[in-house]
């Protein structure tokens, strides 16, 4: 039940069983949790050790890799406070097979219970005539299952919640009409069905509804993505993971990884890459990079 510890260099600050310890190098600029031992106050002693006083100068802070996909980056949208209208991109006549994907962080659950109130992640098309949407349904701010908006014709919700205040990349992959398959990275989550079936086209729209200026998302959101294609799981798996993503994929339609904000960080390259150039963005918003690691 004893060992044996090297206490040289230590002072004692009056008894062992009831106090602490500390190096004689407490409060100096070189005081680090793994030096030393601070900040405990001991009401049998005479004395309370002495309190940090400096930043430490040998605490390592997580690294932030950007990856060539630049998936790391975020749009801030918190409060609902913008959305994003990009006017043109690749057409979509099928009825099936279709992905749209996001990185989502949801501040809270939408408020509110009509269909005005969902956040909607990413528009493609009409809302009004077969467009498609990624949302978060509004259930009176008690939850957050994600659905798909079925233009001209509904909302539908899953029954997957996704977790607010947390990093997700959540995805909508159409394999059979009016089918929806809703993944969280590779992880099959949820399923909609829906009644009518899709053929977007035209403009794509992040974080709202540029037709009605509601549905606003709150939070934040990375890299948006529509692929023409049916992603498999395999494929959302290592969409999702920092780097992992191919731009120059014939059947992405569209990507827009918000690096804007990262000063000389350059998008990637790839014919469905969009950036602010050409867009409309109402409201206001903010810009960030959020740890990048890989998925467990």
Not at 28 to 36: F, G, H, P, V, Y
Not at 72 to 87: I, Q
Request: glycine share 12%.
């Amino acid at each position: 039940g004893t060992a044996q510890v090297d206490m040289s260099g230590w002072s004692w600050s009056v008894a062992y069983s009831t106090c602490v310890c500390q190096k004689a190098v407490a409060g100096t600029a070189r005081e680090s949790w793994n030096n030393w031992i601070s900040g405990w106050n001991c009401p049998t002693c005479a004395a309370s050790p002495a309190k940090r006083s400096a930043v430490p100068e040998d605490v390592e802070k997580p690294a932030v890799l950007l990856p060539a996909d630049m998936s790391c980056n975020y749009v801030d949208l918190s409060g609902g406070s913008a959305f994003f209208v990009y006017p043109t991109t690749a057409s979509s006549a099928s009825t099936t097979g279709l992905t749209l994907s996001a990185w989502v962080y949801l501040n809270n659950p939408p408020v509110g219970s009509s269909a005005l109130n969902n956040h909607i992640v990413v528009h493609y098309g009409s809302p009004n005539l077969n467009g498609v949407g990624l949302l978060v349904q509004a259930n009176g701010g008690s939850s957050s299952f994600v659905g798909i908006l079925n233009g001209g014709v509904g909302h539908y919700a899953s029954a997957w919640e996704l977790p607010v205040r947390a990093w997700h990349f959540v995805s909508a992959v159409s394999d059979e009409p009016n089918v929806w398959r809703i993944y969280d990275g590779g992880k099959l989550v949820g399923s909609v069905k829906t009644n009518a079936a899709i053929a977007p086209a035209g403009r794509v729209v992040v974080g709202g509804n540029a037709w009605t200026a509601q549905n606003n998302f709150d939070g934040r959101l990375g890299s948006v993505l529509v692929w023409n294609a049916v992603r498999t799981p395999e494929q959302l798996e290592q969409d999702s993971q920092p780097g992992g993503l191919d731009t120059n994929d014939a059947s992405l339609s569209f990507c827009v990884p918000f690096s804007e904000g990262q000063g000389s960080a350059v998008a990637p390259a790839g014919a469905a890459v969009r950036d602010r150039s050409g867009l409309t963005a109402v409201g206001s918003f903010g810009w960030g990079v959020r740890p990048c690691l890989p998925r467990p």
